[in-house]
């Protein structure tokens, strides 16, 4: 139950992860956990110290809506503090719903936005439950027929998404923003360049700027429901759709996947 005056509800105080579900198992849990404690912590929203307390819940919320493959969302509120502060029972609530894939299509169209990202904030990378300035930057974006928004720090450098990370691959190495630009520390960003490392893939972390996306080569984005999805454009202006390292990349980050469910359903058992 809520009750009026819950302060994170009201002010957006918490902090979320999205996680894919496959064949019934919440994929890279650990990971989406670990980062939400961090968060939690920057943001003093009280947490839960054991990850079994989200994770058996999420598992009883999957299975009660039948969840094969699809996404699920985690929020954990703070409800005390200020003076709008109601008279809840706990000092936080855990909130958890799923719902189905997304289908992406095969690239996506950027438009973009500068000053969108504060990379000298304290609060830079932080995943919290105050999502309306994407969403309105998302809702604009779409009405001009843009499918997502690439997002210009205060030093006009690439920083990310609204809800994905970039990359782009030049002369067969992959390039993506430092976490410094005021990017969050995706998941699926950590995952793959822990799988281009194995690939034998050069990844790294570099300043980029919006001509360097234009300059040509491969440029995709990465999140929890995309996967490693194609840019094919950015503000209009096409870019190529060559496939070649992303291609790699995408095989091998489901090989991942796949070893993971398959240990995971291991243990289960």
């Known amino acids: 139950m809520l009750a009026p005056g819950q302060v994170g509800l009201a002010s957006g105080w918490g902090v979320f992860s999205t996680l894919r579900i496959v064949r019934g198992i919440p994929f890279a849990f650990e990971r989406h956990w670990e980062r939400m404690k961090r968060d939690a912590a920057t943001l003093r929203v009280p947490f839960p110290t054991d990850p079994d307390y989200i994770h058996s819940r999420l598992l009883r919320v999957i299975a009660a809506n039948q969840v094969g493959d699809g996404t ?35 690239g996506v169209k950027l438009a973009v936005h500068e000053q969108a990202r504060h990379a000298a904030s304290r609060f830079r990378g932080v995943k919290c439950l105050s999502w309306a300035l994407n969403l309105v930057m998302l809702e604009e974006a779409q009405a001009r027929g843009f499918d997502e928004v690439l997002l210009l720090n205060e030093r006009g450098e690439v920083s990310e998404c609204t809800s994905a990370n970039l990359f782009v691959v030049r002369d067969r190495e992959v390039l993506t923003p430092p976490l410094d630009s005021g990017c969050l520390p995706g998941v699926t960003r950590e995952i793959l360049m822990e799988v281009a490392r194995a690939e034998g893939i050069q990844l790294r972390e570099e300043t980029l700027r919006l001509e360097d996306l234009m300059a040509g080569g491969e440029v995709f984005i990465t999140s929890t429901t995309r996967n490693l999805l194609p840019v094919v454009s950015i503000e209009g202006h096409p870019l190529p759709h060559r496939n070649l390292v992303r291609g790699q990349l995408e095989v091998a980050f489901e090989r991942t996947v796949d070893k993971y469910t398959a240990s995971y359903a291991s243990n289960l058992s």
């Open 72 to 106: 699920a969302r985690t929020i954990v509120v703070r409800n005390r503090g200020g003076m709008w502060e109601g008279s809840p029972e706990r000092d936080s609530d855990l909130l958890v719903f799923t719902a189905p894939l997304k289908h992406w299509g095969a």
